[in-house]
């Protein structure tokens, strides 16, 4: 341990410190935000540890396996999305939960409803929990006038109305990055003060990069404009140098990289998924919302990612985000498709 490093660190700014200090910009707040965020930490926190501790706990396994003390065996899965809908709940601040776990929405009991509706994906990226590869939670977070008769239309919303986006990712630090609506923050654990502590803030993410993360495997299935995109990544016409090609195959592991060194991350449609993969509620807006927050775009194919309507909670949607001038060169080449 560097301890002449960490006698500089006297004045840290935690998560809850900078949230506090964001709320008393709103003089009429009343701390419903940052009690409700102090839960979704304490579940990232907790999901974090079971992540670390999965290989020796023997965490990992199906559902309902027996471990040797005869206690019944979680997958991590389930476990985070039982941790978060507990510590969501018990926040008091939230009314209707919508979880990629839950096939329904979860309406809160009324005793303890709050104004927020928490859209989330407790534990994303699962096929790479059995192998240590990084994965994590993402969450998004609307207000409603009053919580006290919630409905389902009232999640339904396009991304853009989000009061706050995030993601947490589990990788070889347990980094969480978030959005308020006014920049990118990103905090990291401090194992040994059970802290996340500032140590990205104001993420801005590269004009342009010189990666992109996609699935190539589903190449013979791509429309036009994917396909001439990836070409172009490949065999750049203009003189430029191609790009490299990464994909961890976790969305937060290929969104951060995306968001910290910019870039690119498709999920197309293609001809077997024509809405793509991931999940508009919890996959796509979050991440799109933090992508426009840190000065970058987010693109379905069709049109501004956080314009989506949702009619389902469980709806998909292509999804093209990152750099801002990487986004406008597949946007460019969807429009030129649409005029054929
Ligand atoms: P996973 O299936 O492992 O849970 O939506 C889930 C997701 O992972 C994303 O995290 C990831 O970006 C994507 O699916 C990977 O899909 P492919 O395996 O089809 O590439």
Redesign the pocket.
């Known amino acids: 341990m560097d301890h002449a490093a960490d006698a500089h660190r006297t004045d840290l700014m935690t998560i809850t410190r900078y949230v506090l200090n964001e709320q008393s910009k709103h003089p009429e707040s009343r701390g419903d935000f940052t009690i409700l965020l102090s839960h979704i930490v304490l579940g990232c926190k907790f999901v974090c540890t079971a992540v670390n501790k999965a290989g020796l706990a023997k965490l990992i396994g199906l559902a309902g396996e027996t471990n040797v003390q005869g206690e019944e065996q979680k997958k991590l899965d389930v476990l985070s999305n039982e941790v978060f809908v507990k510590a969501l709940v018990s926040s008091g601040r939230t009314c209707i939960l919508v979880s990629e776990e839950d096939e329904e929405a979860t309406f809160v009991d009324p005793a303890l409803r709050g104004k927020y509706c928490v859209v989330f994906d407790p534990l994303?990226?699962?096929?790479?929990i059995d192998c240590g590869v990084s994965i994590g939670t993402i969450f998004g977070i609307y207000a409603i006038n009053d919580g006290v008769d919630p409905k389902i239309e009232d999640v339904l919303q396009p991304g853009k109305n989000m009061v706050a986006a995030g993601y947490c990712m589990y990788g070889s630090s347990c980094t969480l990055v978030l959005s308020t609506g006014k920049g990118v923050n990103g905090f990291t654990l401090d194992p040994s003060l059970g802290e996340f502590i500032l140590t990205h803030p104001d993420i801005k993410i590269p004009k342009k990069g010189k990666i992109y993360s996609v699935?190539e495997g589903?190449a013979k299935n791509w429309d036009g404009p994917t396909a001439k995109y990836v070409e172009k990544c490949k065999f750049p016409q203009d003189g430029s140098p191609a790009k490299s090609l990464r994909?961890i195959?976790?969305?937060?592991a290929?969104v951060h990289r995306t968001l910290l060194y910019g870039g690119i991350f498709l999920?197309p449609a293609d001809k077997k998924s024509p809405n793509g993969?991931?999940?508009v509620l919890y996959?796509v807006f979050p991440m799109s919302y933090l992508m426009e927050q840190a000065g970058g775009q987010a693109f379905t194919g069709k049109q501004r990612a956080l314009d989506l309507v949702p009619t389902k909670i469980h709806e998909r949607s292509p999804i093209f985000l990152g750099s801002y001038d990487d986004v406008e060169e597949i946007k460019a080449l969807y429009a030129a498709e649409g005029q054929k």
């Open positions: 994303d990226g699962s096929s790479n699935n589903n994909y195959g976790s969305m937060v290929d999920y993969k991931l999940r996959e």
